[in-house]
């Protein structure tokens, strides 16, 4: 039911939480006996009973110099078992005097037991309660049997010092038993429950702390003024300093080399209240890379708080680095190859034309057919060379914020303009305004206008597109829609591989180009077709956060 042996027998068994609440406990007792008494003091005074003055000031006196004893006493964190029993039998000793003092039997301040009563129990549980009841029902028995029996007489008492009824001391001794039992069960009781209920909280807290001294990811805890609530060992490690240098420093406060622009960043999310649920990455000034998340919980307490996960990717990037550059000599491979199986056609086309012009016996209908081909292939072979190049000098992305409504817009009347393109063909657009994506502005012309053209080549007559988008902060998603010709089943893998077309005249390039743009953009790019049905095209950029 109760834990047994709970009593702290040094200072190692409590918190400093704890201690301090002890501290305050022996303070208040001493003030609200120096009060009680005071007031005491003034209503006699009034009274005209000035020989009762002398006793109360004496009583004062040594509350305040027993109290600074126990203080003291409990401070030095010797024999604190001793301590705490002590205590609560000079206290229950104390308050008898008082109304020995004050009446005996028909003393107004027996209600002194109670608030003994409830300090035991802050102290002892509900052992001490328990205790500090019993101390004080054999205290008031004995004054009351006493008072009946003459073997004491009060100093000073309102009723004299006749005879007692002993129907009246039985009454009033069970009755105050009764309450002083009563009060000791339930404060005992609280108490208990009290000092599970911090002790379930203190052990979460430990296991929460061990579990986020455990991770490989660096955990800070901000609270929204700017106070370090907390920060994991691996944090510690990752920005290479002691917990006693950052722990319940202010943020705005703390300049450390090596990580200024962490901390700077740290104070713009802090600012702002930015959730981030995709990485920030963020270069330190020694050239190590930190990726960080961010999100904002509410402690038990009520307070918010800001928690930031982050990890050092300085070698996690180099790893990528060195995936990039082996994909970059995969691709250029395929690239390579793929330029090859597409330029022999045509090498072979005027190879075999110039071959036949070379004969002196052709008529001028064959020689103009054959310099038609020779044109019509080197056209073909400057395209191939064309595209090939734009595929490797893409430039590296300049982000900005963009309005993709107002964008969108601008290029669909572009083609808009050109009337053998559009025909009987239709383009919706729904997109909400002052939809804002972080995105290099051209890059996200040249992503548009690609995947428009291949939608209009694939239309029919009065077919239609529609361009669509939705806020999945911290993403958009924008959507291109058409009831083309679609793709077959069988195709829908390789759309993107260079030199795969199946358009007539195409050379294979255009989507694999809008998806190394895309991918550049930190964005995907998705494909779902369903022949003679129609295609959609969902890409996904990141949402503009200041």
């Not at 959730?275 to 999100?295: H, K, P, V």
Request: aromatic share 10%; hydrophobic share 45%; proline share 2%.
């Amino acid at each position: 039911m109760f834990q047994k042996n709970r009593i702290p027998l040094s200072l190692s068994d409590l918190g400093s939480e704890e201690n301090l609440s002890i501290r305050w406990i022996l303070i208040f007792r001493a003030l609200i006996l120096v009060g009680i008494l005071g007031t005491s003091i003034f209503v006699l005074d009034q009274s005209g009973v000035k020989v009762l003055v002398k006793y109360y000031g004496m009583f004062m006196l040594l509350i305040l110099l027993t109290s600074g004893v126990f203080l003291y006493w409990w401070s030095s964190g010797k024999s604190r078992a001793l301590f705490l029993y002590s205590q609560g039998l000079y206290d229950t000793l104390f308050c008898t005097g008082i109304i020995y003092l004050t009446g005996g039997f028909n003393s107004n301040l027996i209600l002194l037991y109670f608030p003994l009563i409830v300090t035991n129990s802050i102290m002892l549980y509900l052992r001490g309660a328990l205790l500090a009841a019993t101390w004080a029902t054999m205290a008031f028995w004995g004054i009351m049997l006493s008072e009946y029996y003459h073997y004491v007489t009060p100093l000073f008492s309102a009723e004299g010092t006749g005879l007692i009824p002993i129907a009246d001391v039985f009454y009033r001794g069970y009755l105050f038993s009764l309450f002083f039992y009563l009060t000791a069960f339930s404060a005992g009781y609280l108490s208990e429950k009290l000092k599970d209920y911090q002790e379930q909280r203190k052990l979460s807290s430990e296991r929460m702390r061990n579990v986020l001294n455990s991770m490989h990811s660096g955990v800070i805890t901000l609270e929204l003024n700017g106070n370090i609530a907390f920060i994991n060992q691996s944090g510690l490690k990752h920005l290479g300093f002691s917990e006693d240098k950052i722990t319940g420093k202010n943020i705005n406060e703390i300049e450390l080399e090596n990580i200024n622009n962490f901390i700077i960043e740290l104070r713009k999310i802090l600012k702002n209240h930015a959730i981030r649920t995709d990485r920030l990455e963020i270069s330190l000034e020694n050239n190590e890379i930190l990726g960080l998340n961010t999100t904002l919980q509410v402690a038990p307490s009520g307070e918010e708080l800001m928690i930031i996960v982050f990890q050092n990717l300085t070698n996690v990037k180099k790893l990528e680095q060195q995936v990039n550059d082996k994909e970059k000599l995969a691709f250029m491979g395929t690239i390579a190859a793929g330029i090859a199986h597409e330029i022999r056609n045509p090498l072979a086309a005027i190879s075999g034309s110039v071959q036949m012009l070379s004969k002196s016996k052709i008529d001028n209908a064959d020689r103009q057919q054959l310099e038609s081909l020779i044109m019509k292939e080197t056209d073909r072979l400057n395209l191939i060379i064309e595209d090939f190049l734009d595929l490797t000098k893409i430039p590296q992305p300049e982000f900005v914020p963009l309005d993709i409504n107002a964008e969108i817009n601008e290029i669909v009347n572009l083609f808009k303009q050109d009337k053998s393109i559009l025909k009987d063909k239709r383009i919706d657009i729904d997109i909400p305004e002052n939809t804002i994506i972080r995105i290099d502005n051209n890059h996200f012309h040249q992503i548009c206008i690609n995947v428009l053209r291949n939608a209009l080549e694939s239309l029919n007559d009065n077919g239609y597109i529609r361009i669509s988008s939705i806020d999945h902060h911290p993403q958009v998603k924008l959507f291109f829609q058409d009831n083309g010709k679609g793709i077959k089943k069988s195709n829908i893998n390789q759309v993107f591989d260079p030199f795969f077309s199946k358009k007539k005249g195409g050379v294979g390039l255009g989507l694999t180009i809008v998806k190394q743009l895309v991918s550049m953009n930190n964005g995907q790019i998705s494909i779902q077709s369903e022949e003679e049905k129609g295609t959609l095209v969902t890409i996904v950029f990141e949402k503009w956060t200041e």
